[in-house]
């Protein structure tokens, strides 16, 4: 397991630290350290009352929770979100409500959930051609699935 340093801003205070909630889930969850309202097709940048420091060689990635996205059509926009491990500022969640009605955030919910993962890093070699597979160059449905 590796430790990651984690910073409790001010208005993070009383809040639960992002945490694995079963043995096996891979995404700990994001509480917000917010109220907001979310009025259909409205998004919202969302507060989590803090800040972490990644180790080199590792990411974050905000992305959305299941429940939230099926009952109410709430998820994360930039799915998934991106944290540096050279990024100290507050992690925050760009919410956005796809449903039919307003949705309140309130402060203390479970917003969306957090995955450290490693990260490899590549340098390209440019090529006057790249090797041949079976698919080739065909891209978007090529597969059969629609």
Not at 42 to 67: C, N, Y
Not at 111 to 137: D, H, K, N, Y
């Amino acid at each position: 397991m590796t430790d990651v340093a984690i910073l409790r801003l001010s208005h993070g205070e009383g809040l639960e630290l992002p945490a694995y909630e079963t043995e096996h889930a891979a995404g700990m969850d994001l509480r917000a350290a917010e109220d907001a309202i979310l009025a259909p097709g409205a998004r919202a940048t969302v507060a989590t009352g803090f800040a972490i420091a990644l180790p080199h060689g590792f990411e974050a990635q905000v992305r959305p929770r299941s429940g939230l996205a099926a009952r109410h059509g709430v998820t994360v926009l930039n799915s998934p979100g991106t944290i540096d491990a050279d990024y100290r500022g507050e992690i925050k969640v760009i919410l956005i409500n796809h449903g039919e009605a307003s949705f309140a955030v309130k402060r203390g919910d479970r917003i969306a959930q957090m995955i450290i993962s490693p990260v490899t890093r590549v340098r390209f070699a440019e090529q006057s051609e790249l090797s041949s597979t079976a698919r080739g160059a065909r891209g978007f449905g090529s597969t059969g699935q629609s």
